[in-house]
């Protein structure tokens, strides 16, 4: 039921979190989303060359759990929010809800039995005050917060609070208002309404720098973001959620933002294949999602990556294999193909479990294809020691074998200190970027709202090989790539953005 964008890979569907342990938190792990509440409902060492070691009968390590530490980063900020979020939840502890993203908990024990149930539900883990961080329980009159009128997103104790903390919310106060809008229209994704069925691209993927040029190719754009406004579940959402129903232009933004979130990795991942020079017309191809988890894997359906065929029409096939601890159980839930993917289509499985043992025991083994590329989306190993010593032994896989690997962060401080924790590994980087791709849709942080909202994959980073084997021009990518070798930049990348207001 609850949502988020980061565990050791961060993605999708869900409410925004937050980094534990960083000083620039983004979006937190628990945050009630009600798209994934309803889709709850309804549904350590470098490799070694010589002989593969067999499968360990149990799990050597575990990654760190990062729900766990946004759970505390939470509370730090807003003390008991974590509490709350639980009680909406209907549940009586932090292994309730591990258990509900593991898909071991019924979507029925969440409580939730009406549409307005939960919207107020998802709202009400939002209901603290912005300025004293107190929490309903904590006033005289639980009833007396009341939310900030231009946003609808933030609340307040009293007037006192309220401009104490307008110097610092005026800042932000106009992009949470979309925050706000588009975390209850995410609902759309999981009844299916958006997103909006895509075409073939008219233009080489080469030529497409970014989403103005892939809305450009969208046929009857104008018709189909009417039908989703026009939709039975679009009227179900605003005669539920407790607030009155935004202009059909606002409406038709907010959708369009939420179509690029839902895109954005498929496109992230034919960017990757761009920038390494990897042809998908020319043989069939794998790629590995490492630290996937329920971000990527919740309610995921098989055909949610199919833009890449639209982005590369004709290709030989394509198997996306999702590796982390925290895959959830679903359709996408079957083994790797041992074989090359099926041509023409795009083919999702998945592995729970560290990506170092899925090296050894199916990688070194052929019961799964070695990767042509290797994406992570939003590992987080910059975030504290405990997530980079869990990441230690599958960055150093990465590095040894020398296999092409994308990944992406939200922020420019978070690029810095993965970029600083890469060198010291002695990791060869390609290059780093602005991203063309990035998600249009702003996400703020959870338990303290006030801060410039973030973007899923606002920056990528590529790597190959270690330092020592880097050969100087080796793979170097096209012109026109809109690469960049020093400070992150928008220029030469249309429609791309920058993590901040703008």
């Given at each position: 039921m609850a949502g988020g964008r980061r565990r050791g890979g961060g993605g999708r569907r869900g409410g925004p979190?937050?980094?534990?342990?960083?000083?620039?938190?983004?979006?937190?792990?628990?945050?009630?989303?009600?798209?994934?509440?309803?889709a709850q409902q309804?549904?350590?060492t470098a490799p070694k060359t010589g002989r593969p070691k067999k499968p360990m009968e149990e799990p050597v390590a575990r990654a760190p759990d990062v729900d766990s530490l946004g759970f505390q980063a939470m509370d730090r900020n807003v003390p008991g929010l974590s509490h709350v979020i639980l009680q909406k939840l209907n549940m009586k502890s932090y292994e309730d809800y591990k258990s509900a993203m593991d898909g071991r908990k019924s979507g029925r024990d969440f409580g939730i039995r009406t549409y307005f149930d939960m919207f107020q539900k998802m709202e009400d883990t939002f209901k603290f005050c912005a300025e004293c961080k107190k929490l309903p329980d904590a006033l005289p009159d639980p009833k007396s917060l009341r939310r900030c009128k231009r946003c609808q997103n933030v609340?307040?104790?009293?007037v006192a609070c309220q401009r104490a903390n307008w110097p610092l919310h005026k800042k932000f106060c106009k992009k949470l208002k979309l925050v706000a809008l588009d975390r209850l229209v995410e609902w759309l994704i999981f009844t299916g309404d958006i997103p909006f069925p895509t075409e073939t691209w008219t233009k080489p993927a080469q030529?497409?720098?970014?989403?103005?040029?892939?809305?450009?190719?969208?046929?009857?754009?104008?018709?189909?973001?009417?039908?989703?406004?026009?939709?039975?579940?679009?009227?179900?959402?605003?005669?539920?959620?407790g607030k009155p129903r935004p202009e059909d232009g606002e409406l038709r933004e907010s959708v369009r933002r939420l179509v690029t979130d839902f895109h954005s990795r498929p496109l992230t991942i034919g960017l990757g294949l761009r920038l390494f020079s990897i042809d998908p017309l020319a043989k069939a191809l794998t790629v590995h999602v490492v630290g996937a988890s329920h971000v990527e894997t919740l309610n995921t359906r098989l055909t949610d990556y199919d833009e890449?065929?639209?982005?590369?029409?004709?290709?030989?096939?394509?198997?996306l294999v999702m590796v982390g601890v925290d895959v959830v159980d679903g359709p996408i839930m079957r083994p790797p193909l041992a074989t090359p993917a099926p041509q023409g289509r795009v083919y999702l499985s998945s592995y729970k479990g560290l990506y170092h043992d899925f090296w050894e025991s199916h990688v070194e083994t052929k019961l799964a294809a070695r990767p042509d590329l290797v994406v992570g989306f939003h590992p987080g190993f910059h975030a504290c020691p405990d997530l980079l010593a869990g990441w230690l032994p599958t960055l150093l896989l990465l590095r040894d074998y020398r296999l092409p690997v994308l990944f992406t962060v939200y922020s420019e401080q978070e690029l810095k200190s993965s970029l600083q924790i890469l060198v010291e590994l002695e990791t060869h980087i390609m290059g780093y970027a602005t991203n063309p791709f990035a998600s249009l849709r702003p996400e703020q942080v959870y338990s303290s709202p006030n801060k410039?909202?973030?973007?899923?994959s606002s920056y990528y980073i590529t790597l190959l090989g270690p330092v020592a084997l880097a050969v100087p021009g080796a793979e170097e990518p096209e012109d026109g790539d809109g690469w960049q070798g020093g400070e992150p930049s928008a220029a030469g990348a249309a429609g791309s953005i920058a993590p901040g207001l703008g």
């Open positions: 979190r937050q980094h534990p342990g960083n000083q620039e938190p983004t979006p937190s792990p628990a945050s009630l989303s009600p798209a994934a509440t309803m309804n549904a350590g609340y307040y104790c009293g030529d497409v720098e970014g989403w103005e040029d892939w809305f450009s190719m969208q046929g009857q754009l104008e018709e189909k973001l009417g039908a989703i406004l026009a939709g039975r579940y679009m009227t179900l959402l605003w005669a539920n959620a890449l065929t639209r982005m590369f029409p004709g290709h030989r096939g394509m198997e410039a909202p973030v973007y899923c």
